[in-house]
């Protein structure tokens, strides 16, 4: 089994932190569930960086993967949701990446898996039309994974992961127990099981005045500011495992 993962920051594993700083996420719980469950080695890269969007995930990252030797077995595929914080967001472009990049792992006989990311959109600036513009990129995915015949993870879709209790302090990116739930989705469309079960999540407290003055300016503030300078937060980033790496069971 070799599992590469492309994406943003949601692939990448931002929110959820080891000791060190570094992200752990998602891709790397299920890189474990496939270790723990296939009998034969089970090899990782992940390229996925944050603040990509989709045409670079879908050139640069899918470019990397499928210059990997030897090929990997499964190829998940997210991205979009910095493209849908843009003005000007083009659907049918974006589907239209998505298609070739499927294509492109098809024909070269890798395994594509689509992933719609978590749904932030409750508690963001603008999170109504952040909703419309992912709701629509959602279906649309949904509808090529169906015309394709290729797995689609709909983590977008899950009411659940939508609670406070799984987000981190800046309303964007999942915490840890939301990057567990979403690598239980990715699992079970593998057929493969989590590594362990996830602990319990704490609902937050519900933030008051000086709480919402505080996460504009130590999140939303930083963000504008990006935008209008025209830099992204993984400005001089690599994939965090550019090259295969073998995962033990018990590895993460």
């Known amino acids: 089994m070799r599992f590469a993962a492309l994406g943003d920051s949601f692939t990448e594993g931002v929110g959820d932190e080891r000791a060190d700083g570094s992200p752990r996420g998602w891709a790397d719980l299920v890189a474990a569930g496939l270790a723990t469950h296939h009998p034969a080695e089970t090899w990782y890269v992940n390229l996925a960086i944050r603040g990509r969007l989709l045409e670079a995930i879908v050139t640069e990252q899918l470019n990397a993967a499928l210059a990997l030797d030897p090929l990997p077995t499964v190829v998940t595929i997210n991205g979009g949701g910095n493209d849908m914080m843009r003005p000007g967001a083009d659907l049918v472009r974006l589907i239209s990446l998505l298609l070739d990049a499927v294509d492109r792992c098809q024909r070269a006989g890798v395994t594509p898996v689509l992933l719609a ?33 290729v797995l689609f993870v709909n983590a977008f879709g899950d009411t659940e992961i939508r609670a406070p209790k799984y987000w981190s302090e800046d309303r964007l990116h999942l915490n840890p127990f939301g990057h567990q739930r979403v690598a239980g989705l990715v ?11 996830a602990p319990l999540a704490v609902e937050p ?22 935008r209008l300078t025209g830099r992204s937060s993984g400005d001089g980033r690599t994939g965090k495992h550019a090259g295969w790496t073998l995962i033990e069971p018990a590895a993460v």
């Open 117 to 149: 990311g978590a749904d932030p959109s409750d508690r963001l600036p603008f999170g109504r039309v952040l909703h419309r513009r992912a709701a629509e990129l959602t279906d649309a995915t949904a509808r090529l994974a169906q015309e394709r015949r």
């Open 187 to 197: 699992l079970a469309a593998l057929g493969a099981e989590a590594p362990g079960p």
């Open 205 to 226: 407290p519900s933030p008051g005045p000086l709480a919402e003055a505080r996460y504009y300016w130590r999140h939303v503030r930083p963000w504008m500011t990006r």
